[in-house]
């Protein structure tokens, strides 16, 4: 698992390619796109300053799992 699909879920985060949709109902979903509009969160900060980009497939995985 590459982690590329990796979401919040109520603040946890989970792979939501293996997440069916029905446990997802009614639940409140972050996406790396719902971190900021403008890329201005802190881990996202981060990533930029530190230059941590290895692969651009994996990169939003890696984030939302250190958010």
């Known amino acids: 698992a590459c982690g590329a699909c ?3 879920m109520d603040g946890e985060v989970i792979r939501s390619c293996t997440t069916p949709v029905s446990a997802a109902s009614g639940r409140h979903i972050t996406t790396i796109e719902g971190l900021s509009s403008d890329n201005s969160h802190p881990v996202q900060q981060a990533w930029i300053e ?3 980009p290895q692969c651009g497939y994996c990169q939003s995985g890696q984030i939302i799992n250190a958010v």
């Open 50 to 52: 530190e230059q941590v």
């Open 6 to 8: 990796s979401v919040l």
